[in-house]
T-cell receptor, first 110, second 113 residues
Framework: ETGVTQSPTHLIKTRGQQVTLRCSSQ?????VSWYQQALGQGPQFIFQ???????GRGNFPPRFSGLQFPNYSSELNVNALELDDSALYLC?????????FGPGTRLLVL | DQQVKQNSPSLSVQEGRISILNCDYT??????FLWYKKYPAEGPTFLIS?????DKNEDGRFTVFLNKSAKHLSLHIVPSQPGDSAVYFC????????????FGTGTRLTIIP
C-alpha cells in the first residue's frame, strides 16, 4: 500500500510569486486535508477536500486555494506569496476518521 | 484561542521507564482524539487514537487515556525506548475524525539511554 506522497520536498520562492504544491493520497482514501506548520507550532488546518469538493476551510485568506482530482490527488496553490508563508506544508489523506500525513513540502519565501 | 493545549514543551525520561504526555482541550464538540509523533524533516506519523465513547485505548507500548469530564487526555509509553525520542502532537477532531484536526503545540520527548 502506497502512503501519502508530496512534491516537491523543498521550494524557494520570492515574495509576490505563486506556488503549487502537490499531494498523492494513500490508496483508497477519498479525503485530503492541507495543513501549514510554522516553526515551533502545531499544524494549522488550511482546507479539506472530499470527492473533489471543498469540505471545510480554516482561517486562511483566499489566496490559498486548492483542487482535488478524480483520482483523489490534490494541489495547494498560494498566490502573492508573503514572507510569513514560509512554513512546512503538510497533506493528509483519510477515508473515514484517521488522517495520515505525507512528508511535507518546506517552502521558503525570500 | 488555543483549543488544544500541550503545556509541557519538553520531557526527559530514562530508557525503560514510563513516559506520560499530557493534553488538554476546551471544545466540547471534539469527539475523536489522536496522537502523532514527528521526527525533524518528516511528516507526523499516526500513533494511536481514541473516540469519546471510550476512556482507554491500547496498542502495544502505547496507551491513551481520555477523561471527558476534565477534558484531558494522556499518552503513556511503556517501556520508553531511544527511538521514541521525537516531538509528540495531540490532535482533536469532531464528527469522529471526519472533520479538521486541531493540534496542540507539541511536546519534545527525549529518552535518556
Amino acid at each position: 500500500e502506497t502512503g501519502v506522497t508530496q512534491s516537491p520536498t523543498h521550494l524557494i520562492k520570492t515574495r509576490g510569486q505563486q506556488v503549487t504544491l502537490r499531494c498523492s493520497s494513500q490508496s483508497g482514501h477519498n479525503t485530503v486535508s492541507w495543513y501549514q506548520q510554522a516553526l515551533g507550532q502545531g499544524p494549522q488546518f488550511i482546507f479539506q477536500y472530499y470527492r473533489e469538493e471543498e469540505n471545510g476551510r480554516g482561517n486562511f485568506p483566499p489566496r490559498f486555494s486548492g483542487l482535488q482530482f478524480p483520482n483523489y490527488s490534490s494541489e495547494l496553490n498560494v498566490n502573492a506569496l508573503e514572507l510569513d508563508d514560509s512554513a512546512l506544508y503538510l497533506c493528509a489523506s483519510s477515508r473515514a476518521g484517521t488522517q495520515y500525513f505525507g512528508p511535507g513540502t518546506r517552502l521558503l519565501v525570500l | 484561542d488555543q483549543q488544544v493545549k500541550q503545556n509541557s514543551p519538553s520531557l526527559s525520561v530514562q530508557e525503560g521507564r514510563i513516559s506520560i504526555l499530557n493534553c488538554d482541550y476546551t471544545n466540547s464538540m471534539f469527539d475523536y482524539f489522536l496522537w502523532y509523533k514527528k521526527y525533524p524533516a518528516e511528516g507526523p506519523t499516526f500513533l494511536i487514537s481514541i473516540s469519546s465513547i471510550k476512556d482507554k485505548n491500547e496498542d502495544g507500548r502505547f496507551t491513551v487515556f481520555l477523561n471527558k469530564s476534565a477534558k484531558h487526555l494522556s499518552l503513556h509509553i511503556v517501556p520508553s525506548q531511544p527511538g521514541d525520542s521525537a516531538v509528540y502532537f495531540c490532535a482533536a477532531s469532531g464528527n469522529f475524525g471526519n472533520e479538521k484536526l486541531t493540534f496542540g503545540t507539541g511536546t519534545r520527548l527525549t529518552i535518556i539511554p
